[in-house]
């Protein structure tokens, strides 16, 4: 029960070491490479590490457009599967309805991971997401008439982009009032 897990101190120690790794990314996306990115693997040249944060690793390497469509891989997984709640009841298979809560609460536990390691470009992140896809697929399947659950359309562009601001500022904001 104890440990260092148990003992989280953002002003000294690992947690505080990680802030200032998420600092230095933000101070190193502050430039031109603010849409793009400063680069695959060049986190590191400018921290020392790897942010311990996906998504700050994400937007920092990638920019604002490649951090987006990285927060989007989840972001989409995850309005699937809430938009999809309604029609549990109407699943005709009993294992697939009882896999919801499991399949919500991996995409839900792999992100929250996410904000603690960086983890951008391995398979498993994919995985995670393309679990939550397929899944919601499975389930349309079992549906008549099947229910449309995401449209890639003008309107849920408008709500990656925010949703995808909203966690960039926050982190930033975060970051900039924990980093001393």
Known sequence: MGGRQASIDLESGTGHERILLWRDGFVAIQSPDVLFGIGLGMYEDV??????????????????????????????????????????????????????????????????????????YVVPTYMVAAIGAVYVNLV????????????????????????SAALFVSLFVLTISLAR
């Not at 697939?96 to 536990?109: I, K």
Request: proline residues 4%.
């Open 47 to 120: 921290a020392g590490l790897v942010a311990h944060n996906s998504f700050i690793h994400a937007y920092v390497e990638l920019g604002l457009v490649g951090g987006t469509l990285f927060f989007g891989c989840f972001f989409f997984s995850g309005l699937a599967l809430i938009r999809m709640r309604r029609f549990l009841s109407r699943i005709p298979d009993r294992d697939l309805r009882r896999m919801y809560p499991f399949v919500a609460a991996v995409l839900v536990g792999w992100c929250m991971g996410m904000m603690s390691l960086s983890r951008c």
């Open 140 to 163: 349309r399947a079992h549906l008549k008439p099947v229910p449309l659950l995401i449209r890639w359309d003008t309107q849920n562009l408008i709500r990656l982009a925010t949703s």
